[in-house]
């Protein structure tokens, strides 16, 4: 049988990579540092990782959403808190897939009147667009299947994963979630409610 989970990014590269867009994005914002906009909770760990290689004073941003079914409607659960206005603004995308979560965002940020507003996305699903939307910074490129870890989530679980995986059996992944923990924390890994089977 083939392999159910699949690295597809491993730490160094996505360290290597997060590293080049902080580089590209200093050099744009040289002079004006912009409000970076974390979109909670996928891009925590992107987030942490690329305002290290930012040389200059930003301030940090949260926002949070919820989806009602797959290409449903977005809604507000909590709002970011700094004025945006007339300010630069950097959205933090973990990752960009059909686009309409980040079109809602892109508006939102309009709205509260920031002069300019761009997004960096660690992925992009660029295949499954459904919404046209500029993406001015991304990571990665990536196919259709289902990804987890640095940030990507399965039933908000995996987050803390510091590579991208793969879920190429995503019925082995609901019926025993443990087998990923073990492969990617090891031998015995706990997750809530599963021991894992030795
Ligand atoms: P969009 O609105 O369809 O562009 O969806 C973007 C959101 O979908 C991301 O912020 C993720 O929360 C979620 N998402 C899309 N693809 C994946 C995936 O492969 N794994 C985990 N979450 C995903």
Do not use: A, T
């Given at each position: 049988m083939s392999e159910p989970f699949v690295e597809v990014v491993d730490e160094a590269t996505l360290q290597e990579r997060v590293a080049q867009l902080g580089s590209e994005i200093s050099a744009d914002y040289e002079g004006t540092p912009p409000i970076v906009v974390g979109v909670l909770k996928g891009s925590l760990p992107f987030m942490t990782d690329l305002v290290k290689h930012l040389p200059f004073g930003v301030e940090l941003d949260f926002l949070s959403l919820t989806r009602f079914g797959h290409h449903g409607r977005v809604s507000l659960a909590m709002d970011t808190s700094l004025s945006m206005d007339g300010r630069d603004v950097l959205i933090v995308e973990d990752i960009v897939d059909t686009g309409l979560t980040l079109t809602t965002l892109r508006r939102l940020m309009e709205v509260k009147g920031a002069r300019d507003v761009r997004t960096v996305a660690l992925l992009d699903k660029a295949t499954r667009r459904i919404v046209d939307v500029p993406v001015e910074y991304r990571g990665f490129e990536v196919g259709d299947e289902f990804l987890l870890g640095y940030g990507l989530d399965w039933e908000g679980r995996?987050?803390?994963?510091?590579s991208l995986w793969g879920v190429m059996d995503l019925k082995t992944l609901a019926d025993e979630p443990q087998l990923f923990a073990q492969k990617v924390f090891g031998e015995g890994a706990l997750i809530r409610g599963v021991a894992a089977a030795r």
């Open positions: 995996f987050r803390n994963v510091r």
